[in-house]
């Protein structure tokens, strides 16, 4: 999808756990660190505990081609076990805005990512998506989904 300069990530994979066990994971915005790149340098800077529901605001820190960079993000919508949406603030991209959802399915839960972004400085971003940044945010979702599966398991 390119519309207005809108583009999407999405990803979905089965895991053997329940839909109440699968949420509780990413509810925890600490796990998020363990299915990260490690090339990324990502570290929460917002002090435990986060207490997370609609409204909660985390702080990040991650590096970009060795660019330090900082992320302020909102969790817009939040509903126990099914899904909920973490919306940048402030941060690398024009609009960022990551939708999870989880849904109970035979043999575990259906986890699926959305994302839609948007990069910044026009033209020139485009440019830097096109070359290097959407590369890049292809391979941070492999990884998460790679890390996903031996942190959680997955149904072959």
Not at 34 to 39: C, D, F, G, L, S
Not at 100 to 124: A, N, Q
Not at 126 to 131: D, G, H, S
Request: glycine fraction near 8%; include cysteine.
């Amino acid at each position: 999808m390119a519309r207005r300069g809108l583009h999407t990530i999405e990803r979905a994979q089965l895991v053997p756990r329940p839909v109440g066990e699968a949420f509780d994971f990413f509810a925890d915005a600490f796990n998020l660190e363990a299915i990260t790149p490690p090339w990324l340098r990502f570290r929460i800077l917002t002090p435990r505990p986060i207490a997370m529901g609609e409204g909660a605001l985390i702080d990040y820190r991650l590096s970009l081609h060795r660019v330090p960079c900082r992320w302020h993000t909102r969790i817009d919508t939040w509903v126990p076990g099914r899904r909920f949406v973490d919306r940048q603030i402030r941060g690398p991209f024009g609009v960022w805005e990551h939708t999870h959802t989880f849904e109970s399915r035979p043999g575990g839960t259906l986890i699926r990512d959305l994302v839609v972004y948007r990069m910044p400085f026009g033209p020139l971003g485009e440019i830097a998506r096109r070359v290097l940044i959407g590369r890049d945010l292809e391979k941070i979702f492999d990884y998460r989904r790679d890390a996903i599966a031996r942190l959680m398991g997955e149904v072959t």
